[in-house]
């Protein structure tokens, strides 16, 4: 089946304290992203890729780092979490990227940062 | 840069009525256009989306919207609603120019009553 995977899908952390939320996908997309959505506030970008070694920020990076090793797999790194970063998460992909394309979006990850 | 305004945070209808979610945008030219569906608890999902050509555009699940350039609106439309229907809907552009960035709009939230 043809998903996008990110886990966890709830944590509660502390302040300060490292944290990576994983994304993988299985359609061999070229393009992924990640968002956060706050309510009023829709979803807004932090970063994408356009594909392996390939990264840049959107409108909210502030706080958050990716990489982009494998195809499949875009991790969002929090270095220093703060609440803040407290939102929903949602990782997303696309076969070539956002302009012609549709977004597969994965289920979401629910961070709460005390 | 685009903006996205979807003005209506929250819409109640009855079911079996007919459904008009507005969405503006902001944009130098004519701009591809995305509707995109979150349930309760899950990912955001394509509706239907607009690059070109006829400005009435079919999508999932019963629903159509009609790119209006004088306007600059997209809004989407179902004829009659289901209680199933009820979620939130996104209004989505993407960045001109090869940037691979999407502005979504804020988000109306459907409420659906027996």
């Known amino acids: 089946e043809a998903q996008v995977t990110q886990n966890p899908r709830y944590l509660i952390t502390v302040t300060g304290k490292k944290l990576t939320v994983t994304c993988s996908q299985n359609m061999n997309h070229e393009y992924m992203s990640w968002y956060r959505q706050d309510p009023g506030l829709g979803l807004r970008q932090i970063y994408y890729?356009?594909?392996?070694?390939?990264?840049d920020k959107g409108d909210v990076p502030e706080g958050y780092k990716v990489s982009r090793k494998e195809k499949r797999n875009f991790p969002l790194i929090l270095e220093s979490p703060s609440p803040n970063q407290t939102s929903l998460y949602f990782c997303?992909?696309?076969?070539?990227?956002?302009?012609?394309?549709?977004?597969?979006f994965g289920e979401g990850s629910r961070l709460t940062v005390l | 840069a685009q903006s996205v305004t979807q003005p209506d945070i929250h819409i109640t209808v009855s079911e079996g009525a007919s459904l008009e979610l507005r969405c503006n945008y902001s944009?130098?030219?004519?701009?591809?256009l995305f509707w995109y569906v979150q349930s309760p608890g899950q990912g955001l999902q394509l509706l239907l989306k607009y690059f070109s050509g006829d400005t009435l555009v079919q999508g999932i699940k019963g629903f159509e919207a009609e790119f209006k350039r004088s306007q600059s609106s997209f809004n989407l439309r179902k004829p009659s609603v289901h209680w199933s229907d009820a979620a939130e809907y996104f209004c989505a552009v993407p960045s001109p120019g090869g940037y691979q960035k999407v502005t979504f709009g804020t988000g109306t939230k459907l409420q659906v009553i027996p």
């Open positions: 944009y130098g030219a004519t701009p591809y």
């Open positions: 890729s356009m594909n392996v070694e390939v990264t």
């Open positions: 997303a992909s696309s076969l070539r990227g956002v302009d012609t394309g549709e977004l597969f």
